[in-house]
């Protein structure tokens, strides 16, 4: 069984998103989010921060990797393992879901012509 391939078996074009109940707070550096329904909070180190900002069901698993080897300067590869693997414990942890990437409803991606 592999562990570095997509969170959940999710598709490349799966967006993750936070949970909207629950409230998170960067202190030092690093996030800390309370997940109120479950009575846990959960300290984030830098790297896991730095996904968890982007789970907005908006930007996909390749995507933040991307973002990730470049604000870190860390190799695409080692990237995509970490977000993987980030995003995999913040969806067994209950604070994130998987959404499908969002398709532009017709009209939404015309060009204006002058």
């Known amino acids: 069984m592999s562990t570095t391939g997509p969170p959940g078996g999710a598709r490349p074009s799966a967006c993750p998103r936070r949970r909207s ?3 998170a707070r960067a202190v030092e550096g ?5 997940d109120r ?3 846990l ?24 990797a991307r973002d990730l080897a470049g604000v870190f300067e860390v190799d695409l ?3 995509e393992t970490d977000v993987a693997n980030a995003v995999r414990q913040l969806e067994a942890a209950g604070l ?5 990437a969002r398709v532009p409803a017709p009209g939404e991606m015309q060009r204006r012509i002058s």
């Not at 690093?30 to 309370?34: I, K």
């Not at 959960?42 to 995507?63: F, I, K, M």
């Not at 994130?96 to 499908?100: H, K, T, W």
Request: hydrophobic share 35%; charged share 20%; with cysteine.
């Open 37 to 39: 329904q479950r009575q």
């Open 77 to 79: 590869q080692s990237a």
């Open 96 to 100: 994130v879901e998987m959404a499908s």
């Open 21 to 23: 109940d629950v409230r």
């Open 30 to 34: 690093e996030m800390v989010v309370l």
């Open 41 to 64: 909070v959960h300290q984030l180190n830098q790297t896991a921060s730095y996904v968890w900002e982007r789970c907005d069901g908006e930007h996909t698993v390749p995507t933040i």
